[in-house]
């Protein structure tokens, strides 16, 4: 069974630009997370998508959006890009669909590296 | 709200001796509990998850970990680590609110010594 996908790796960007990630989850997954990770504020939540809506979001400013398709793959977008940006960021899927007696896993993906310069 | 806290920024230990990474959280119901290893450049891979139960949990690579609700902790254990174990270790727990959102701690990166 094939992980979970991330493209492009790596990414340079220049600050004011927008960029898309792309994430495939599992097969068979529906619930996609995305985590922004930075050595200053560590690993925090952006948001999660299930069934093509938002389900949760985190403590980001608007210029950050994603979106879910009906096959499941999630794609993230940060417009106006900030210095600040540049980080490691991360997908996860989940079979889960809401709370179960079962404790889901979350499945990583290898990440995007942006790079805002 | 929900949080996780990891005391040690970073922790070296000599290749087989054992090993305790240090986890707290805070958290007003039974958490689901993970511990989660990053390898330099990878994405995160996890290693044992607690929901309830046996308080003792063991997880892959020969990690276990257990919980102790009266101390809020969820200590990380290895007897004896490899050189490969050399890591970045995450202890998180899911956020309550919304059974979709993970809570990492800062993270404990691990070192190993010749």
């Known amino acids: 069974k094939a992980g979970v996908t991330q493209t492009p790796r790596y990414l340079i960007k220049t600050r004011g630009q927008q960029v898309t990630l792309s994430c495939s989850p599992i097969?068979?997954?529906?619930?996609v997370s995305w985590y922004q990770q930075t050595p200053g504020q560590g690993l925090q939540f952006l948001f999660e998508y299930f069934s093509e809506t938002q389900r949760n979001k985190g403590n980001f400013p608007g210029r950050f959006s994603g979106r879910q398709f009906s096959n499941s793959r999630s794609e993230m977008n940060v417009s106006t890009l900030e210095l600040g940006d540049s980080a490691l960021y991360l997908c996860?899927?989940?079979?889960?669909?809401?709370?179960?007696?079962?404790?889901?896993?979350?499945?990583f993906g290898q990440g995007t590296r942006l790079t805002v310069v | 709200a929900q949080s996780v806290t990891q005391p040690d920024i970073h922790i070296t230990v000599s290749e087989g001796a054992s090993l305790e990474l240090r986890c707290n959280y805070s958290?007003?119901?039974?958490?689901?509990l993970f511990w989660y290893v990053q390898s330099p450049g990878q994405g995160l891979q996890l290693l044992l998850k607690y929901f309830s139960g046996d308080t003792l949990v063991q997880g892959i690579k020969g990690f276990e970990a257990e919980f102790k609700r009266s101390q809020s902790s969820f200590n990380l254990r290895k007897p004896s680590v490899h050189w490969s174990d050399a890591a970045e270790y995450f202890c998180?727990?899911?956020?309550?609110?919304?059974?979709?959102?993970?809570?990492f701690g800062s993270g404990t990166r691990l070192s190993i010594r010749p």
């Open positions: 998180a727990v899911e956020d309550g609110s919304s059974a979709s959102k993970i809570i």
């Open positions: 996860a899927s989940s079979p889960k669909e809401g709370w179960s007696l079962v404790v889901p896993e979350a499945f």
């Open positions: 958290y007003g119901a039974t958490p689901y």
């Open positions: 097969s068979g997954h529906r619930s």
